[in-house]
């Protein structure tokens, strides 16, 4: 299994970037895939998680409404929108699976036995 992350770069406070995640090795489409980020000096928080059909989906509170997980499982591909960025979301994307945990609400890396190299994402204020 492999996952490799990829679309992050330099964008100004406001902008939008588009992650993407290439997932390869699955035998089926039965994972849910999550994307965490970590800030320089900053633990790895989850950000964003997307069940197998897609139909569920989660945010942590500090994206929801500016952030969007798709993902299209015929090309074994994921995507998180992100709109409206600012400093606070710069950091080391990564992506992530099989399985989505919430632990108090927030997402945690506990169900997550594949990881994908990061992708760095820099918001310039």
């Known amino acids: 299994v492999q996952l490799q992350a990829s679309g992050g770069g330099l964008v100004q406070s406001g902008g939008s970037l588009r992650l993407s995640c290439a997932a390869s090795?699955?035998?089926?489409?039965?994972?849910?895939v999550g994307w965490f980020r970590q800030a320089p000096g900053k633990e790895r928080e989850g950000v964003s998680c997307i069940s197998p059909s897609g139909n569920i989906t989660y945010y942590a509170d500090s994206v929801q409404g500016r952030f969007t997980i798709s993902r299209d499982n015929a090309k074994k591909m994921v995507y998180l929108q992100m709109d409206s960025l600012n400093p606070d979301d710069a950091g080391v994307y990564y992506c992530?699976?099989?399985?989505?945990?919430?632990?108090?609400?927030?997402?945690?890396?506990?169900?997550?036995?594949?990881w994908g190299k990061g992708t760095l994402v820099t918001v310039s204020s």
């Open positions: 090795g699955f035998t089926s489409d039965s994972y849910a």
């Open positions: 992530a699976a099989p399985t989505c945990i919430r632990s108090d609400g927030t997402l945690v890396d506990h169900g997550m036995k594949y």
